[in-house]
């Protein structure tokens, strides 16, 4: 009950285009949803997180949906640039109480290539 | 940047030995996580500390420690090593339980031959 399943494993999209990730969560007890980026050699960086009282929230090229009945979220990436090629991990924590909450259950990750 | 800090970078080193990972977290930030990156089992949560004290636990093993110490920097210490623990581990750090975003340090690559 504490999986999160992301999807595709790797993604391949041209620049300007429209990169699709998507994730899937058992546990209706998370609360945060968060998507990390994380390129080659290095630590994974917050890029956009959610709470499930919104269906949406969108930063700059980067927009989260949001469906919490289906247990599912998604990362847009609008007008992909060949800077955004890298790992994309979704997560999933639950903060509002509890022995276990903060820490974060990782998806598989999504390698994104986007070519010039 | 992140502020967060981990040492060493990169750490090489025989089975059966035992090595020491330290993290120093963001000014200001309470809680330090420890994850391990491994390309079979994807981004794992090992364990969690407060303020010196240990908050969660994840699928971390008997031959894995942590402690956080007064000035909260914490070090993850890893003994009897087998092949199988050759991983990317990383520390990340927040404001305090309940306080969500994470900020993940460099890692610290780990190899045991």
């Known amino acids: 009950q504490q999986q999160v399943k992301q999807s595709p494993q790797s993604l391949i999209v041209q620049k300007g285009g429209i990169s699709i990730i998507n994730c899937a969560y058992e546990?209706?007890?998370?609360?945060?949803f968060p998507w990390y980026q994380q390129f080659p050699g290095k630590g994974p960086a917050l890029l956009i997180a959610i709470r499930p009282d919104v269906s949406e929230k969108k930063e700059g090229r980067f927009t989260i949906s949001f469906n919490k009945s289906a247990k599912q979220f998604s990362l847009h990436i609008m007008d992909s640039q060949p800077g955004d090629s890298a790992t994309y991990f979704c997560?999933?924590?639950?903060?509002?109480?509890?022995?276990?909450?903060?820490?974060?259950?990782f998806g598989q990750g999504t390698i994104l290539t986007v070519h010039p | 940047d992140s502020g967060v800090t981990q040492t060493p970078k990169h750490l090489i080193t025989a089975t059966g030995q035992r090595v020491t990972l330290r993290c120093s977290p963001r000014s200001g930030d309470l809680s330090v996580y420890w994850y391990q990156q491994s390309l079979d089992q994807g981004l794992q949560f090992l364990i969690q500390y407060y303020n010196g004290e240990e908050r969660a636990k994840g699928n971390i093993l008997e031959r894995f420690s942590a402690q956080q110490f007064p000035d909260l920097h914490s070090e993850l210490n890893l003994s009897s090593l087998e092949l199988g623990d050759s991983a990317l581990y990383f520390c990340?750090?927040?404001?305090?339980?309940?306080?969500?975003?994470?900020?993940f340090g460099p890692g610290t690559r780990l190899l045991v031959l």
């Open positions: 546990n209706t007890a998370f609360d945060y």
């Open positions: 997560a999933a924590s639950r903060n509002a109480g509890g022995t276990s909450y903060g820490k974060l259950t």
């Open positions: 990340a750090s927040s404001l305090g339980v309940g306080k969500e975003t994470q900020y």
